[in-house]
């Protein structure tokens, strides 16, 4: 009973590096997103989807980059990273909220990004 | 403006005392969910508890309740009987609907300590 994976758990990059922070789901959710964590700002939705072949941009979109081709993964890719950018990123999912909007959210257990 | 206002940054209490955590929301939206969130210190975030804007009673989950006051705007979680294990950030989130998507929105967070 995975849930959410989320990889890596820990991760340095050198300003201008791109990379992938990759998330799957076993739950058959629909709806699937990604946040930031910083002190003092809570969570900050960055991307999120519906389903697959949809998604759309959350409150902090820029710099990140997301495709959704199975309904399983949901992977958040940072094409230039910035200082700015460090953070702890986590993924979640939860049932598609047409009219269930009751459903929490299930979380991966986070990427700690460092950009230097 | 905040669609979650989580006004106590820190709280403190005594091992077997009850705390109440507060939160208040913004919405229109008649439909809409609130939920609690704790995320301890090893990082990960756990669902606590979830009251929908009709139901009619507030909503407990063992230890936790949820104190729903819908003409005030506010949802705040109360525990009883503190324990050590409950040291740690609390976050209330809402789920109204964007488009019918209902994505969740957090608050910044209320971070509790449980003295012994």
């Known amino acids: 009973n995975a849930g959410v994976t989320q990889t890596p758990k820990f991760q340095v990059l050198k300003t201008g590096q791109s990379m992938t922070l990759q998330c799957a789901q076993d739950?058959?959710?629909?709806?699937m997103s990604w946040y930031r964590q910083d002190p003092g700002m809570g969570l900050r939705l960055i991307h999120y989807?519906?389903?697959?072949?949809?998604?759309d941009q959350g409150e902090v979109p820029n710099g990140y980059n997301v495709s959704r081709s199975t309904t399983e993964d949901f992977p958040l890719r940072l094409l230039s990273a910035a200082p700015s950018q460090t953070s702890v990123y986590f993924c979640?999912?939860?049932?598609?909220?047409?009219?269930?909007?009751?459903?929490?959210?299930?979380f991966g257990n986070g990427t700690r990004l460092t950009v230097t | 403006a905040q669609k979650i206002t989580q006004t106590q940054p820190g709280m403190f209490v005594q091992e077997k005392e009850a705390v109440t955590l507060d939160c208040t929301y913004d919405?229109?939206?008649?439909?809409?969910?609130l939920f609690w969130y704790k995320q301890p210190s090893s990082g990960e975030m756990i669902f606590l508890i979830y009251?929908?804007?009709?139901?009619?009673q507030n909503a407990t989950e063992g230890r936790y309740s949820l104190n729903f006051q819908k003409a005030r705007k506010s949802a705040n979680l109360v525990i009883s009987a503190s324990q050590l294990g409950d040291s740690a950030m609390y976050f209330c989130?809402?789920?109204?609907?964007?488009?019918?998507?209902?994505?969740?929105?957090f608050g910044r967070g209320t971070s509790l300590i449980v003295h012994p």
């Open positions: 979640a999912s939860s049932y598609t909220i047409q009219g269930l909007k009751n459903s929490p959210l299930h």
């Open positions: 739950m058959n959710h629909e709806y």
């Open positions: 989807s519906v389903g697959a072949g949809i998604t």
């Open positions: 919405t229109s939206d008649p439909s809409y969910g």
């Open positions: 009251q929908g804007s009709y139901d009619q």
């Open positions: 989130a809402m789920r109204e609907s964007t488009g019918g998507s209902y994505i969740p929105t």
